[in-house]
């Protein structure tokens, strides 16, 4: 049986221009994953059981498709650190955190993303800075003072 639309094609296989090989298209709302649930749905139990019968048989790929779908997977979660950050500048600050990791309170993956947090704030609070001197600075250019 030759399909309906074999007669719309040009030689080189591909259709005509203004020509759609499937002129009516996919249903709107149809994804190519949704109708594979709904020709699987149906037999949805039997796979179930088919697929705990050759995991309990030995079959290596049904035992891991079935502890992939019983048991989520194991991400890595954080836990609080608590630490002691002495009073003075940014310098001192990264020099206790280095002597955490050192002593080993704190891993080296935290001491890190402290660090960078220092070297953030760091950041900040010198735009911060910069921003009040500007000011001053224009508010006195303003005022007429000249001397500096």
């Given at each position: 049986?030759?399909?309906?639309?074999?007669?719309?094609?040009?030689?080189?296989?591909?259709?005509q221009k203004g020509q759609s090989g499937n002129p009516r298209g996919r249903p709107s709302g149809v994804t190519r994953k949704l109708s594979l649930r709904m020709l699987?749905?149906?037999?949805?139990?039997?796979?179930?059981?088919?697929?705990?019968r050759?995991?309990?048989?030995?079959?290596?790929?049904?035992?891991?498709?079935?502890?992939?779908?019983?048991?989520?997977?194991?991400?890595?979660?954080?836990?609080?650190?608590?630490?002691?950050?002495?009073?003075?500048?940014?310098?001192d600050q990264g020099r206790s955190i280095l002597e955490a990791i050192a002593?080993?309170?704190?891993?080296?993956?935290?001491?890190?993303q402290i660090l960078s947090g220092i070297g953030t704030l760091a950041r900040v609070v010198e735009t911060d800075e910069l921003t009040r001197r500007i000011e001053a600075l224009e508010r006195n250019d303003s005022n007429g003072d000249t001397t500096n």
């Open positions: 049986m030759i399909p309906e639309n074999t007669e719309k094609k040009q030689t080189c296989g591909r259709f699987l749905e149906p037999h949805g139990q039997q796979l179930i059981e088919t697929a705990v050759l995991a309990l048989s030995g079959d290596v790929g049904a035992m891991k498709l079935c502890l992939d779908r019983l048991l989520p997977s194991f991400r890595p979660t954080e836990q609080a650190t608590s630490f002691f950050l002495p009073e003075g500048g940014f310098a002593a080993g309170t704190l891993t080296p993956g935290e001491g890190t």
